[in-house]
């Protein structure tokens, strides 16, 4: 195989983001060190509770943290070996949508209220693509939308946004990613805002539609969408990267006692007639993490040196773990 071939389409390395203050305009770090990548054809998923720093990575990769109050203190997000913060906004932009797609988490907020979908998803197409014509446009978009599950597609086009259902939008915010073919799919927490019926429907036409030489990153907090979706696991907690391995090993066997309580907190884990497990406590808040580990307040596990030593990430048979007792 050669080594273009061998080539992650996506590498961040050591990724660390700060926020300003509004009040004291001090920088407060909110991810720290994160490192993953994901290969053409894989489904890398993150998880971890509301606040971990989920979204906040995975925007940074397109640049659509808003700066101020965002800043990059430091690492690479490479993607096809080009480090994405080192391009200048105006070639950046050639990236985004046509390259890498976005998957919003609320489509309500995504998509202009004011503008009938089939304007929308015309116009992306258009900015990318100088040489299609409107009606080429208009095309693409209902091909689009039939094939993301639409009954009655010319209908949808001439719909505002607010006239369709919650499962309707969020399939109108797949198509306007998809119709562009990015080699990278962003998915933020796609389908949270979902019931049940509509989100599994969701779940198995983003996995239809994930074609073999692209990639996808797929945040959630759900541990059961990751089992479906993952071909890959990187667990967050307080802004770092805990614990990664394949979706095999990860549920297998867990390392990281934050992993294992996530897994533990499932009603499929719970025997029949006990409590169902619960972690204590909540997520630190950025510029409160102490200085050892910061999952310790709220470990079962911890150890003294636990609150004073920050763990480092480290290979723990085929996982990569931070915690060193980790077994």
């Known amino acids: 195989m050669s080594q273009q071939a061998e080539q992650p389409l996506l590498q961040v390395r050591n990724l660390t983001i700060a926020f300003e203050n509004d009040e004291t305009r001090q920088a407060v770090t909110t991810v720290q060190d994160v490192s993953f990548e994901v290969h053409r054809g894989e489904i890398l998923c993150v998880v971890g509770e509301s606040g971990c720093g989920k979204s906040v990575s995975s925007m940074c990769i397109p640049r659509l943290l808003p700066s101020p109050p965002s800043r990059v203190l430091g690492g690479e997000i490479l993607f096809e070996g080009v480090d994405l913060l080192k391009l200048p906004i105006a070639k950046m932009r050639e990236y985004r949508g046509r390259r890498i797609g976005v998957i919003f988490q609320d489509p309500m907020t995504a998509l202009s209220p004011l503008v009938r979908i089939g304007d929308q998803i015309i116009e992306a197409v258009r900015i990318h693509d100088r040489v299609i014509t409107a009606e080429g446009a208009r095309a693409k978009a209902l091909e689009w939308l039939a094939k993301?599950?639409?009954?009655?597609?010319?209908?949808?086009?001439?719909?505002?946004?607010?006239?369709?259902?919650?499962?309707?939008?969020?399939?109108?915010?797949?198509?306007?990613?998809?119709?562009?073919?990015?080699?990278?799919?962003?998915?933020?927490?796609?389908?949270?805002?979902?019931?049940?019926?509509?989100?599994?429907?969701?779940?198995?036409?983003?996995?239809?539609?994930?074609?073999?030489?692209?990639?996808?990153?797929?945040i959630t907090h759900d541990m059961g969408v990751v089992y479906r979706m993952a071909h890959r696991v990187a667990v967050m907690y307080a802004g770092q990267i805990v614990e990664q391995a394949s979706a095999k090993d990860f549920f297998a066997g867990p390392k990281h006692p934050y992993a294992r309580a996530l897994l533990e907190a499932l009603p499929s884990h719970a025997t029949r007639g006990h409590t169902l497990r619960a972690i204590p406590g909540q997520v630190p808040s950025p510029g409160c993490y102490a200085p050892g580990c910061r999952f310790a307040e709220r470990c079962d596990q911890a150890r003294p040196e636990c609150a004073t030593t920050p763990p480092t990430l480290s290979p723990v048979g085929t996982h990569l773990v931070r915690c060193p007792f980790a077994q």
Do not use: W
């Open 148 to 218: 993301v599950g639409i009954q009655n597609p010319a209908l949808a086009l001439r719909c505002y946004p607010y006239e369709l259902s919650g499962g309707m939008q969020q399939r109108v915010m797949i198509a306007m990613c998809l119709i562009l073919e990015p080699q990278l799919v962003i998915a933020d927490e796609p389908t949270t805002a979902l019931d049940v019926t509509i989100q599994a429907q969701v779940l198995e036409l983003m996995l239809q539609l994930h074609r073999k030489d692209s990639g996808m990153i797929f």
